[in-house]
């Protein structure tokens, strides 16, 4: 199984969404139907309710996230996550392709080993 797939096999999940990417509303509904953890941080102007506003205020234990922003740079909301002890993925930076912020951040990744 490659690491891209086991990422999906942890148990606890963070949601980095800033309301733009309609696959974040459908990224949790999946991992909540698997039974997965999920906790929802939403950096837009106006966070739903539910939703957590900060990276910080993640609790300890959260094992991976899953990043879909487009007001904000990926890389800087990795580096949150990064300090909170949780790995990022951001999956449209698998995904893209031609000359744009994902691949560019893909290229960054590679560059520093952590793609």
């Not at 096999?9 to 999946?30: G, R």
């Amino acid at each position: 199984m490659l690491e891209q797939e086991s990422f999906w096999n942890a148990e606890s999940f963070a949601v980095i969404t800033d309301s733009t990417k309609p696959a974040m509303k459908w990224t949790v509904d999946e991992l909540t139907k698997k039974g997965k953890k999920v906790y929802v941080v939403d950096m837009s102007g106006s966070p739903d309710k539910d939703a957590l506003h900060n990276i910080y205020d993640l609790p300890s234990g959260v094992e991976n996230a899953v990043i879909g922003v487009t007001t904000s740079n990926p890389a800087d909301v990795m580096a949150d996550l990064e300090k909170k002890g949780i790995t990022g993925r951001c999956p449209v930076m698998y995904l893209a392709h031609g000359f744009n912020i994902h691949t560019m951040h893909r290229g960054i990744s590679k560059l520093f080993g952590k793609y």
